[in-house]
């Protein structure tokens, strides 16, 4: 019986070929779309899920608040927090540190420069899970001058993994003072996957850290209790109540710091933040990779379920709008003995096929498009090997099988046999409105993603086009690798003569910091007279830095020769606004509390984008640089921009020698923040114009089925005078009506939901009406280019043609 049912269900797909193509057609971009996108979300959710037991492990990040109001939001804390919970918190069974080792690593004569390199506790390996290659995972890294390194690396260094008691060095600086530290390898693991929140490819002991922190006038790395720049972790014991443990931190913070908060009247919390959480929850400044967005990847996970239920909703769609041509067969089939649960079982089947041969299709199309789509949306996992995967693929097809095929089939099967055969069977009014309303669906489906797509475009051009407050284009930067020596000022000054002797070189400025750096030196700060303090941030600079990015002073003046301003400082704007003062001018000679220091405002800049858009104003403290710097910022001509690059070099190289020639360039360093909005609103327009398609081969289908289930009255009509415009009007009343409604379904929909996107962006723009005129026109023009071809052709066909048989 069942190769009865499968025989019948394909001859009926292979007689209507046409309606057939869409439905799978609608079915396969529907499918494979939801599965691209499942994949992207999967692996969104599934960041440090590979790491043992990581429903243990934790973050601790830091919070202070003054006055109830949120003053400080740091991923990273103290030193000292790390050994003093795992000493008083009976339910932590370990903890470690982390902080970045800034420097030039050094194999031989070999130079090179690695982003994710740190000094970490001997803990660290097992609660990150690491897997190891070679080595003890609890202590490679527990003495001095020993670390591990990744397997990448460890190939890149020394073109093999087996690498135990091979040396490398870290060429590092901090006071002016040069420090190159041998570290014999203890350990080699595997590389970390991608979606971590945490990327490692160094880990160097901790304690060699610490020895080196111990100088006199260095703040203390294993006992300071207000150096907030240490990532630090702990596992919980299994079975660990979490809110003993939160409720055991705030005593540690009375206990510890409780005196110096009191001091300035401020509070503080330690926040637990569970690790498979810190990717797309994160809303912490100086993470250690740039976090995730969760709402752009439910907004994508939301177009992946349109696209796929448009598909289905195509297939409802003509399969009941046909429901009057299959009529006879139906009541036929009873009249010869077929009963209502035979039928069911045979158009189910049908629906079946289809939807079966569409999912192979959607596996072909995922399988040729997701290395390209892997690439663009920085996935570098393919789950068509994961058990899961398959898991959701296959309840992808069943349920979609089911939601597509019952209500049809329930249709088709109910038919009465006596009612069709004389032939006065139509087409139910619950059918009726059923197929508009999910018709309606699609128009406003289709506006919507329309509509959102120009948002987001006019977003991200906003963010692009706006004055950002300095000058960006055409500016070399070259990062020190922080390798110091007591010369250093000097030399950077000789770098910078060296520089204005080039013709191509317009100007050069040394700095702590540069627009789009967002690693910067938060501190509080509060007028000598106040008792309220205010966290800023702190950027080092020298006497050009303003002038060559065009930052303008709009009171007090700029650093200068002229003055002694190692006790000076420059604030901005914002600055000047939390400290509660309006008029720029009311700020000069005014003293500060800097970091305990009492220090002068000698000027006030313009606020300037330190970071992208998505954030507000930084409220900024520019003191004058002194013995460390970080970054060169050079200003060129861009003719013949290979040789004064490779010119550049050769000075640096020869005033520098032990560090490396690592430059970028300003405007993609800055842009870069904007590239993960980029990503979203392309992903976003592309999926949303495969929804558009699928929907509008659905309309095609439709109209074509209407055409052709009108052609007598057409014929009629133009025998009685109907012109061809009178007639194509006839055929599109019901979708403009149907359009119309869809309309004024999005607007409020889409104004509500995208008004809740843009509050993540603290400069962003209105959204205005001319998106939902620019919205209906491009649906319009969608609409009217599907149907116009089919809607003419029956306007025009030749009416004996319809009426010679009746």
Known sequence: ??????????????????????????????????????????????????????????????????????????????????????????????????????????????????????HADASIPEIFGLHMLAGDQRHAIEEPATAMISESLAKKYFGSVNVIGKTIQLS????????????????????????????????????????????????????????????????????ADLANVQAKLKNLINKYRGERLRQRNMTEEWVLRPVREIHLKSGFLFEAAPEGNATMVNILALVGLFVLGIGWINYINLTTARATERAKEVGIRKTAGATRSDLLTQFVIESLVLNAFAFVLALIVVEMSFPYVAHWLGISADFTGNELFWSLALLTLVIGSGLSSIYPALILSSFQPVTILKGRFKNSAIGIFLRKGLLTFQFAAAMAMIAATLIVYQQIMFMRN???????????????????????????????????????????????HVPGDQDLWATPVRLLESDRTNTMFTSQIDKDFLNNYKIPTIAGRAFSKEFADARSVLINREALRMLDMINADDAINRKIIWVGDTLTIAGVVENVHQRGLQKPYDPMIYRLIDSEYRYFSIQLDTDNLPATIEGIGKIYTDLFPADAFNYFFLDDFFDAQYRADERFGVTFGFFSLLAIGVASMGLLGLIMFTAHQRTREIGIRKV????????????????????????????????YSMSGWLLDYAFRITIGPLVFVAAALIGIVIVGLTISYFVTKAARANPVEALKYE
């Open 720 to 751: 009685l005078g109907a012109s061809v415009s009178q007639i194509s009007l006839l055929l599109c009343k019901e979708f403009t009506g149907l359009f119309a409604l869809a309309l004024a379904i999005t607007v409020p929909v889409v104004w």
């Open 1 to 118: 019986m069942f190769i009865n049912y499968l025989r019948a269900s394909l001859r009926n797909i292979l007689k209507h070929k046409t309606y057939s193509f869409i439905n799978v057609f609608g079915l396969t971009i529907g499918m494979a779309v939801s599965l691209l996108i499942m994949q992207y979300v999967w692996f969104e959710y599934t960041y440090d899920k590979m790491i043992p037991d990581y429903d243990r492990a934790y973050k601790i990040s830091l919070r202070r608040y003054q006055d109830n109001v949120l003053k400080t939001n740091y991923a990273s804390i103290y030193p000292a927090v790390a050994p003093a919970v795992k000493s008083e918190v009976p339910e932590i069974e370990s903890a470690g540190r982390l902080i970045i080792a800034e420097g030039v690593i050094l194999v031989g004569d070999q130079k090179y420069i690695e982003p994710k390199i740190y």
């Open 466 to 512: 706006q004055q950002l407050g300095f000058e960006k284009d055409q500016t070399m930067i070259i990062r020190s690798s922080g390798s110091q020596s007591p010369d250093q000022n000097i030399k950077a000054e000789r770098f910078k003569t060296a520089l204005h002797s080039m013709s191509s070189v317009r100007g050069s400025t040394v700095s702590m």
């Open 172 to 239: 590092s600086g901090t006071m002016g003072i040069n420090i190159l530290e041998t570290y014999e390898i203890r350990g080699v693991f595997q590389d970390r996957a991608s979606h971590t929140h945490f990327p490692v490819d160094i880990l160097f002991s901790y304690k060699t850290y610490t020895r080196i922190t111990a100088e006199p006038d260095i703040i203390q790395a294993e006992e300071s209790w207000t150096w907030a720049d240490f990532h630090t972790y702990i596992k919980l014991k299994p079975n």
